[in-house]
């Protein structure tokens, strides 16, 4: 019997090893989660828009920060699903910033910051935010005046996946705001029988 339960034990730790495994993703020294994919830039939002939209996306701004428990799991659990991926490596230019972060960020209106003075001006107050911004860029604004969306908190594939679709289908200019596309969006996933994953 013993050796039963030893064999049982083993198989299962070596399981959830496995499980982790498949699920974690690779954590910077800045202690932030990392996806291959995330655009690595000089933190210019002007430049940083203009590049995006000449390859024909959007750019989104993701703060997160050490030891957050919300951003671990977008990045274990959303981030890494193939559906998920996919669409944003097609439609947006996602940069990482740190809410407690140092490096230098040019924000649209000029002004030269770090990255948690500017988390500071433009109110991100819960990691993970994402900030949507714009397809051009209007230097009277600061970022968080030119964002046409800004996402608080973790959300499940379904929820993140609408907003990221809502924003590259500019419904933000639509009479459809969000939740309403969002609630619409769970309907046709329901209608042809898919998991809720929202």
């Known amino acids: ?25 690779e954590i910077g020294d800045d202690g932030l989660h990392k996806q291959d994919w995330f655009a690595i830039t000089f933190r210019d939002i002007a430049e940083d828009v203009e590049t995006a939209r000449d390859e024909g996306k959007r750019l989104a701004m993701i703060f997160e920060q050490r030891g957050c428990i919300y951003c671990r799991e977008v990045h274990e659990q959303v981030l890494v699903d193939p559906e998920v991926r996919d669409f ?13 972060g140092d490096e230098e960020v040019t924000d649209t209106d000029g002004e030269a910051l770090t990255e948690k003075t500017a988390a500071r001006k433009w109110g991100v107050l819960f990691t993970p935010t994402i ?3 714009p397809e051009a860029i209007d230097s009277d604004l600061d970022a968080r005046q030119a964002a046409v969306a800004v996402m608080p908190g973790a959300f499940r594939k379904g929820t993140f996946l609408d907003m990221f679709t809502w924003v590259s289908q500019k419904g933000y200019e639509s009479d459809e705001g969000f939740q309403q596309f969002h609630a619409r969006r769970i309907r046709e996933r329901n209608a042809e029988g898919q998991i809720n994953t929202d």
Do not use: D
Request: glycine letters at 8%; aromatic letters at 18%.
């Open 88 to 100: 944003l490596t097609a439609n947006f230019v996602i940069v990482q910033y740190n809410l407690y």
């Open 1 to 25: 019997m013993t050796g039963k339960i030893a064999t049982f034990a083993f198989v299962a730790g070596w399981s959830a090893m496995l499980a982790a495994a498949a699920g974690s993703t």
């Open 131 to 133: 900030i949507f911004m």
